[in-house]
Structure formats: C-alpha cells, structure tokens
C-alpha cells in the first residue's frame, strides 16, 4: 500500500526553502486527492454514471500553483551562486559562523546581542530567540546558544529570504 506522507513530513523536508515548501504542499494535496479517489468503475456499476477522476486536478493545480508562486516572489540581486552575499547572509558569516565554530561564548553571545538588537520589527519572537541564545551564550552553555539559532532559522530564514534579503544589517 502507498502511503500518502503527512502535510508535516512535507514542510520539514525542506524547511529552508518556502518556495520548495509550496511545490511540496502544492504535490502533498495532488496525491492526496490522488488517493481517496478510488471511485472507478466496476462490474456490477452502471457505465453511463460519472465517475471521479483525479488526472485533470493532478495536471492543472500544480501548474497554476507554480505561475502564482513564481509572480510573488521578489528578485534579488544578492545571495545566490554568482552573486554578492546580502547584509544579513555576510554578516552571519563573517562574524557569527567563527563564534559559533570555535564555541567562543563571549563572542557568540555578543553577536546574538547585536541579532537581538536589529530583529525586524514584523518578526515577532526575533528579539526573544536572539536575547535568549546570547543569554546562554554568556551562561557558557553553547549546545543552548545554537539550538537558539536554530530554533530562529526554523521559525524565520525562508520568510526572511524571500520578503527582506537585501535589508541593509
């Protein structure tokens, strides 16, 4: 039996990417559809009546999803192969990809500092993630710090890439 993978499975697979995300929901909700129609015709059924097919919705939703996402997306001139790194993308990894390899507490808590301080005003929860890692940073607790980072790419870095990439930092 095939099994259909959960809404979940499917945002987790590719967390970085929201435009990946929407294809993968966009295919999630095809199969899906694919699976509960199971509504073709038998033996005993009468040939005249309709049945469901899912084949047009399978061919159509995607694309139609692909040109809507593709029209809202913002083009930027920062941040892919061949182009300059943004603000925030350098920044992170001029300063705090060194303090969080290295495990340098004060310099990792100092860089979470300054993240706590320039969180966008429209990113509630930023400055809280940001404030908490540096607390822990400072606290000598680094598994504490990057769970922290984690926990704020998790909940941030795909939306922040495709609505402010070339905010200045």
Known sequence: MLRTPTMET????????SRRSWLYLVAFSAAALLAGCDNAPTAGKDKGAPTATAAPAATVAPAAATSTATAAEKVYDCGAKGQKLCPLQGWMKKVMAGASSNEDGPALAKALTYVADHAPPEY?????????GAMKA?????DGAKAACKQCHDAYKAKYKAEMRDRAF
């Open 124 to 132: 509630k929860g930023w400055q809280t993630i940001a404030g908490d």
């Open 138 to 142: 400072k606290a000598g607790d680094i």
């Open 10 to 17: 499917v945002l987790m697979t590719h967390p970085r990417s």
